[in-house]
């Protein structure tokens, strides 16, 4: 079992490993006290008087465990590794800088918007904003919800939002999340390809050296839209870097 165990976690592509494990170690550490949860959450006045610059990192993997909270963080978790995997191996396989760059984009708003909101945590807004941008690059695809209940994938956050209303009353952090989602999908997708924009996101050559390109990947869950009108799809997922026009690939089954 512990080698099944191992093989899968081996298994994971490397940048949702990452993010997986950071998100399973810190609430672990924080549920057996081995640090003060003030520690980890994202305070204005201790991130810039204080200068305690950890804590955009921190509060983006910390999450307080308990029996209220513990079901809510497991939901997380398995969100995070799904669609954050079928990502980084769908549109983004052999593309690890422009995914995390993707990433990089999504933290760096959310943290922004919970300074000025006041948002403590960041893990809810930003599973959601990366389930967003699956959701819109497979916009038709039947996924499964509670209950054997089936719909298109373009539903799936704004369903979770209304159960998180229902159920515990929020949603404000998962609406954060949909609109972050959406500027990034707007910006890299659809303000360049429907309405012939420029394009305002391009990743960082840095990203580049230390994230090379991999060829000979094949991309399956989702694809970047076609542009309106039939023209050639532009490069999907960035700038820079030795890149290819992507297939469709096949999409796999939820």
């Not at 191992?6 to 006290?33: A, C, E, H, K, N």
């Not at 804590?55 to 910390?62: E, G, H, I, N």
């Not at 990203?207 to 090379?212: D, N, S």
């Amino acid at each position: 079992m512990a080698g099944d165990l191992g093989d899968w976690y081996r298994s994971i592509p490397l940048i949702t490993r990452y993010w997986f494990t950071l998100s399973v170690v810190f609430p672990l550490l924080g549920r057996f006290g081995l640090f003060s949860p003030k520690l980890m959450v994202l305070y204005w006045e201790w991130l810039f008087h204080k200068f305690q610059i950890w804590r955009p990192f921190t509060a983006l993997v910390y999450y307080p465990i308990s029996p209220q909270t513990g079901f809510h963080y497991l939901i997380n978790l398995y969100f995070l590794y799904s669609y954050s995997n079928r990502l980084e191996t769908g549109l983004f396989d052999g593309r690890p800088a422009d995914f995390l760059f993707m990433l990089t984009f999504l933290w760096g708003c959310l943290v922004a918007i919970g300074l000025l909101a006041e948002i403590l945590l960041l893990m809810d807004p930003m599973v959601v904003a990366v389930l967003y941008v699956w959701c819109q690059l497979n916009r038709d695809q039947i996924v499964s919800f509670w209950f054997g209940t089936q719909f298109k994938a373009m539903y799936l956050p704004w369903i979770l939002l209304a159960f998180n209303m229902i159920l515990k009353g929020g949603g404000f952090s998962e609406l954060i999340g949909i609109l972050v989602g959406h500027l990034y999908f707007f910006l890299m997708f659809k303000y360049p390809q429907d309405f012939g924009g420029r394009q305002f996101l391009s990743t960082p050559q840095f990203m580049y050296r230390w994230l090379p390109n991999r060829r000979g990947a094949v991309a399956g869950f989702g694809v970047a839209p076609q542009p309106r009108g039939g023209g050639p799809p532009p490069d999907d997922g960035g700038g820079g870097g030795a890149r290819h026009r992507w297939g469709q690939g096949n999409v796999l089954g939820n």
